[in-house]
């Protein structure tokens, strides 16, 4: 099981490449997609690491998968850019079990 990164920056990518986590930098909606289903379709990917920016952009193909509980793992990651507010995990968490905290 291995580590995946799609990155709308190059920091990001090169970061995670640093640290032997392979990916791609996906700059628009068309291309993050395209590198989606090429990830979804790699049984040896586990997990998937995804910058918030293109994690908004591409919610309604990433919502489905996130709830089916099947691998690749989703996980948001935020970016220098700061596209997260802080009251995301409460929504999070309201989204997958209907619970207001």
Do not use: W
């Given at each position: 099981?291995?580590?995946?990164?799609?990155?709308?920056?190059?920091?990001?990518?090169?970061?995670?490449?640093?640290?032997?986590?392979?990916g791609?930098?996906?700059?628009?909606?068309?291309?993050?997609?395209?590198?989606?289903?090429?990830?979804?379709?790699?049984?040896?990917?586990g997990?998937?690491?995804i910058?918030?920016?293109?994690?908004?952009?591409?919610?309604?193909?990433?919502?489905?998968?996130?709830?089916?509980?099947?691998t690749?793992?989703v996980?948001?990651?935020?970016?220098?850019?700061?596209?997260?507010?802080?009251?995301?995990i409460?929504?999070?968490?309201?989204?997958?079990?209907?619970v207001k905290?």
């Amino acid at each position: 099981m291995r580590y995946f990164v799609i990155s709308d920056n190059t920091d990001t990518h090169v970061g995670l490449r640093l640290a032997g986590v392979e990916g791609v930098i996906a700059r628009t909606r068309e291309e993050c997609l395209k590198a989606l289903d090429k990830v979804m379709e790699d049984p040896s990917i586990g997990v998937l690491l995804i910058n918030e920016g293109l994690a908004e952009q591409c919610a309604a193909e990433l919502a489905p998968h996130k709830m089916s509980g099947r691998t690749p793992l989703v996980v948001e990651i935020p970016d220098r850019h700061g596209v997260r507010n802080k009251d995301a995990i409460a929504r999070y968490i309201r989204e997958a079990i209907g619970v207001k905290i």
